[in-house]
């Protein structure tokens, strides 16, 4: 029985699970000017948890057959034969049903709208058209990964404004140099499973170069949510900002160079300055300094 829960539950993910909920609550403090309901947090964690779950359980299910080819995905549960795929289909559509009810039903539904979305544009978009056609699949499949922070908002104020969208943009444009960084270090991977990731179709040097080109247009996008917050989240979006176009940088001259461009690295940081500027953004909200531009 241990083992059953626990192929199922690896169906799920629950590491990058845990990346998209830690954007949520920045999201849902910044729309409330403070730290919203303890009730309506937990209930938007909940169903956005399940929501991603069932994106991800249903992602396993398309990807079968190269998740057993890759070493990075062979232990996944459907590749090592855990779970029978039919299983895992009822599974992940039980799972979204589920998360669109309970969302709907404890936030608004225009928050299990989005969520519902997001699970159709990850397997439908994403997982089935782009990632084995094209280059740009991560580019804009990405975009389902962005939508915590506007469903976070949505569950807040019932509305979609121009700050949700703000932090949509900043995670949409963090997410090519973070995957491009993984996808580096996983090039062969990619290319026995045929997968069209950019590291496999393109140079190191083109790769580099539009990782460093996506870094820079991400950090200046932080700062568009200067006349929401104040000099806290300011000097977190520039001091973290400038240190990730640091690392850009060093990765690109590396990779010219010939050195050892040490892709994981960046990969690493990306995922520490995605959670530290968005906990700044959380604080910023609470503490309700007057806006820096305000």
Same mark, same amino acid.
């Given at each position: 029985m241990r083992d059953t829960i626990g192929a199922y539950v690896g169906l799920t993910k629950t590491r990058i699970i845990e990346q998209l909920l830690v954007v949520t609550v920045p999201a849902m403090c910044l729309a409330q000017r403070g730290f919203p309901s303890v009730w309506l947090v937990v209930a938007t964690l909940l169903g956005g948890a399940l929501a991603a779950a069932s994106a991800h359980a249903l992602n396993c299910v398309v990807d079968a057959d190269i998740d057993r080819i890759m070493k990075r995905t062979a232990r996944r549960p459907l590749a090592k034969g855990e779970v029978p795929p039919l299983n895992a289909l009822v599974f992940g559509l039980v799972l979204g049903v589920v998360a669109t009810l309970f969302l709907g039903l404890t936030t608004n539904w225009l928050a299990a709208s989005l969520a519902l979305a997001a699970i159709a544009f990850y397997v439908l978009v994403y997982t089935l058209l782009l990632k084995r056609r094209t280059a740009q699949n991560i580019v804009w499949g990405g975009a389902a990964g962005c939508m915590p922070v506007v469903i976070g908002w949505a569950a807040v104020t019932g509305t979609v404004e121009w700050p949700a969208l703000v932090m949509f943009a900043v995670i949409f444009f963090w997410t090519p140099p973070h995957f491009w960084a993984l996808a580096m270090r996983y090039r062969d991977d990619y290319a026995? +499973?045929?997968?069209?990731?950019?590291? #496999?179709? +393109? @140079?190191?040097?083109?790769? *580099? /170069? /539009?990782?460093?080109?996506?870094?820079?247009?991400?950090?200046?996008? @932080?700062?568009?949510?200067?006349? #929401? @917050? *104040?000099?806290? %989240? &300011? $000097?977190? +979006?520039? &001091? $973290? $900002? $400038?240190?990730?176009? %640091?690392q850009a940088h060093r990765l690109h001259r590396a990779v010219v160079t010939g050195a050892d461009p040490a892709p994981m690295k960046l990969f690493h940081l990306s995922n520490g300055y995605l959670c530290g500027l968005f906990a700044a953004i959380a604080v910023d909200a609470i503490i309700g300094l007057p806006p820096l531009l305000g």
């Open positions: 026995k +499973a045929n997968i069209p990731m950019l590291p #496999v179709v +393109a @140079t190191p040097v083109q790769v *580099s /170069r /539009r990782i460093l080109a996506y870094t820079w247009v991400m950090v200046l996008t @932080t700062l568009l949510l200067l006349p #929401v @917050t *104040s000099w806290i %989240y &300011a $000097g977190a +979006a520039v &001091a $973290g $900002g $400038g240190y990730f176009i %640091y």
